[in-house]
């Protein structure tokens, strides 16, 4: 039995290791999004807790856990409680498989592609639960376009991925980042990576395409019966999700934990502090599109997901499998 | 291993337990998402013996795309009302006779497939797929579906096509009078179609055809 425990208690350890700085780089970069917003908008941003403001998220996050939690009455009370829970669980859940060098990952499983994406694909209950359960119009509306909207871009998002797979030969995700050593698939495959950003923005509900909670039709969508902690757990878990596929971006497409050149300055960094560069330059660029532009309408939403995206991708499919045929460089072979 | 045969007990637990609460909660609603429970224990059960990538499928169409689309229709439903419709009216029992001969089907069905697993080793034998253990389950997974299955795997996939657009064509009508946006026809328009410059004369006002 003893064996056992060590066991549980390393692998518990792992965990921790793993979800407690993502917590707190949630927390931070939900300020970095303030702040990167507020200077595009000439404005100053939270500044105020703690040195450049760095202290505003815990503050905020005082705050969420002390207000009341409000259940309303005529509400579906375990879904309603549920709902939250299962969307910051989701959205923890699959950092498991991300690698952060080659030999820094939780669990290296064979695919873990396939993971992530059942994962991402599971994230949509959350909302459609909460959205339910309210039993109230406008989060049930927001629920229901966001259902919508979710299971749209991920057709896309899955078809990309096909797309990165055929060059790879592989569903593990070390494979993938070591695939990339030669080169970046941002480099042969860059509509597939427009395509991939514009997915994840749709994906995680970002502006432009946060019509779920578009504060002008709809109060706050899906959240808004939510308050106090449960309301800042959905919060948490959409910043979570936005963190993943930024780190899904960058190992699909920017070589993962790979440094951009093979020369002195940049092979000393470890190769974690790459990863983590990358997810940062792609979060950055989330936060300047939420920035510069306006919301979209909801059929062009879908129009765009569905009549351009779906075809253009499932063309690139085609032609990067007859490129790899024709010129002998499928692998595997 | 005994870690292991834990971890089977529970999942199956939860997959059976589940499966029963989807028959017999009163909510419509509640039922799928017992379904979808199921769902989910079913694809940790298949991880759990080696078939990683069928648990993940599982995953991903059966919960992420289908229980989704369930979900929505019966969400739509007022479900109070129908519970009234289907238990309260006098003829329900009328739907006694026809549930019981599906699952009289149904049980028949399962005991031909139980009792059909006796000749599992044989049936194995008569199969001529050479598996190669060295590879991960994907692998061999796609060198015999594309190889040996092909023309089967190709068919199931017009038959999903076929359904999809008989759906698609039962459920389309052309409206009239819907205002529908037209991207090309927006782009292309020009100001000579546009605009139009009319000398008005004065207090005899201009008559518009619209």
């Known amino acids: 039995m003893p064996e056992y425990a060590s066991i549980l208690f390393s692998e518990v350890l792992k965990i921790l290791m793993l979800l407690v700085p993502v917590l707190v780089s949630v927390a931070m970069i939900v300020w970095l999004d303030r702040r990167v917003?507020?200077?595009?908008?000439?404005?100053?941003?939270?500044?105020?807790?703690?040195?450049?403001?760095?202290?505003?998220?815990?503050a905020d996050a005082l705050k969420y856990i002390f207000k009341e939690i409000i259940i309303p009455a005529s509400s579906n009370k375990v879904i309603f409680i549920l709902a939250p829970i299962i969307t910051m669980t989701l959205?923890?859940?699959s950092w498991a498989?991300?690698?952060?060098?080659?030999?820094?990952?939780?669990?290296?499983?064979?695919?873990?592609?396939?993971y992530l994406f059942a994962v991402s694909s599971l994230g949509v209950y959350g909302i459609i639960m909460g959205g339910w359960a309210s039993n109230s119009k406008y989060p049930f509306l927001g629920a229901i376009r966001s259902a919508a909207q979710m299971v749209s871009y991920e057709v896309s998002i899955g078809i990309i991925i096909i797309n990165v797979l055929l060059c790879v030969g592989s569903l593990n995700l070390s494979d993938i980042v070591k695939a990339q050593e030669s080169i970046w698939y941002i480099i042969p495959l860059f509509p597939m990576f427009v395509i991939f950003f514009i997915s994840a923005l749709a994906e995680t509900n970002r502006p432009p395409f946060d019509l779920p909670e578009a504060e002008a039709e709809l109060v706050a969508g899906y959240q808004t019966e939510y308050s106090g902690m449960m309301y800042?757990?959905?919060?948490?878990?959409?910043?979570a999700n936005i963190l993943l596929m930024c780190a899904l971006g960058s190992i699909l497409f920017l070589g993962g934990w790979l440094s951009p050149i093979n020369i002195f300055p940049f092979n000393v960094i470890p190769s974690p502090m790459w990863l983590i560069l990358k997810i940062l330059l792609l979060f950055i660029l989330f936060a300047l599109v939420k920035a510069i532009v306006p919301r979209y309408r909801y059929d062009q939403l879908m129009r765009l997901g569905w009549k351009v995206f779906l075809p253009l991708s499932l063309t690139w499919v085609v032609l990067t499998a007859g490129y790899l045929m024709y010129f002998d460089l499928l692998p595997g072979n | 291993m005994i870690a292991h045969a834990v971890v089977f007990y529970i999942f199956s637990l939860i997959a059976i337990v589940s499966a029963i609460m989807v028959t017999v909660s009163r909510n419509t609603v509640h039922s799928v998402f017992f379904l979808i429970l199921d769902f989910i224990s079913i694809s940790c059960l298949f991880i759990m013996i080696g078939a990683e990538?069928?648990?993940m499928i599982m995953l991903i169409v059966y919960v992420g795309a289908v229980a989704v689309l369930f979900l929505f229709v019966v969400m739509m439903l007022n479900v109070a009302q129908q519970k009234n419709e289907w238990f309260v009216a006098s003829d329900s029992s009328s739907h006694i006779p026809i549930g019981l001969l599906v699952s009289l089907v149904i049980f028949s069905e399962l005991l031909i497939v139980i009792g059909g697993w006796k000749y599992k080793a044989e049936l194995q034998d008569s199969i001529n797929i050479n598996l190669n253990l060295n590879l991960t389950n994907t692998q061999s997974l796609g060198s015999v579906i594309y190889t040996d299955y092909v023309h089967l795997f190709q068919l199931s996939g017009m038959v999903l096509l076929v359904a999809m657009i008989g759906a698609i064509v039962l459920t389309f009508r052309k409206r009239s009078?819907?205002?529908?946006?037209s991207y090309l026809r927006q782009i292309s328009r020009e100001r000579?179609?546009?605009v139009e410059l009319i000398d008005v004369e004065t207090k005899k006002g201009v008559k518009i055809d619209a």
């Open chain 2, 53 to 55: 990538f069928l648990g």
């Open chain 1, 232 to 239: 800042a757990m959905f919060w948490l878990g959409e910043y």
């Open chain 1, 37 to 58: 917003w507020a200077f595009v908008q000439k404005r100053r941003g939270p500044n105020v807790v703690g040195p450049f403001g760095l202290l505003q998220s815990l």
């Open chain 2, 177 to 181: 009078g819907v205002k529908t946006q």
């Open chain 1, 91 to 93: 959205a923890l859940i």
């Open chain 2, 192 to 194: 000579n179609e546009g």
């Open chain 1, 97 to 114: 498989v991300i690698p952060f060098s080659e030999d820094f990952v939780l669990a290296d499983i064979n695919v873990g592609i396939l």
